[in-house]
């Protein structure tokens, strides 16, 4: 199975790289506010079973993508094309 | 009788740059300082462990992040919790709350730019084993060079850390954002040590300050005390 993991800066924490993608946007004349910049990681994950495949991202979330004392993050499941 | 020189293990990640100014310092220090490479997975008889600074497998993902899975992190785990003396300077501090050995994590500054500067410090514990042979209240001068040095922690953590006296060293004026001006701290136990400034790039005069050497050689001795109690 693909999964694509979104990690994000957690609600509250100060997000200094946002605070400059919005203010380069706002330059270039987009009214924009609230930008955040978090991190994808793609992965193919060798299971074909779906709750078995979320909860070994979940593992690797806790272990090692994420940072839960600042990130939070999602997991996006799709079958293998073919 | 001359008493015996201590043992310090200077950790070797591969992207690590300042391993051998930690190792010049500890031998000018007087004591014996040698290098570990990541892949170990056991350390040698030491008396301390130093995890130096640098940019440990590239700083991917989150700095410290994959370092902390290093083979040698896992005997570093067991010599920290078998009390052995441990010290993370800058990315080694880094490494070291990743691996859940010190509270709190660092983040990228809140300038978002690289910091390459002499810093005040303040002292507000002299009574661990890396800080002995300072006061407390005590005025340092020790170098930062970091882009990711803002030390976080939530409010509950933070507290917690005030209350237990786990902030050993803050900075006397803002630097990178860090909660509370935080620029070390040691663990519940006091026997683990994480800083962001490099006291190894001030123990001579020449390079504009010896303050450093203040830290290191509180280790050292504390570590030949240790040695000596062992002997």
Known sequence: MRATVLVRPKQGILDPQGQAVESSLRQLGFSVGDARVGRVVDLEVDSTDALTARAEVERMCEQLLANPLIESYEIELAEDEG | ?231
């Open chain 2, 1 to 231: 009788m001359t008493s015996p020189q201590p043992r310090i293990g200077v950790l070797r990640f591969p992207g690590a740059c300042d391993d051998r100014d930690a190792l010049w310092a500890f031998a000018a220090l007087d004591a014996e300082a040698v290098f570990v490479w990541h892949t170990e997975t056991e350390l040698p008889d030491l008396d301390a462990v130093v995890l130096p600074g640098g940019f440990s497998y590239g700083d991917y993902l989150r700095c410290g992040a994959i370092a902390r899975f290093a083979p040698a992190m896992a005997a570093v785990s067991e010599f920290a919790s078998d009390g052995g003396l441990v010290l993370g300077i800058c990315n080694g501090f880094q490494i070291l709350c990743e691996a859940g050995l010190l509270p709190g994590v660092l983040r990228r500054n809140e300038s978002l730019s690289f910091v390459c500067r002499d810093v005040p410090l303040i002292v507000e514990r002299a009574d661990t084993p890396f800080t002995t042979r300072c006061t407390e209240g005590e005025l340092l001068t020790i170098p930062v060079k970091h882009g990711e040095g803002c030390w976080y922690a939530d409010d509950a953590l933070y507290e917690e850390l005030v209350s237990r006296r786990q902030v050993v060293l803050r900075y006397a004026e803002p630097v990178n954002g860090s909660r509370a001006d935080v620029a070390g701290v040691v663990n519940d136990r006091g026997n683990v040590m994480g800083l962001m400034p490099h006291p190894e790039h001030a123990v001579d005069p020449l390079l504009g300050s010896a303050d450093g050497a203040l830290i290191l050689s509180s280790l050292v001795e504390s570590a030949r005390e240790r040695a000596l109690a062992a002997a």
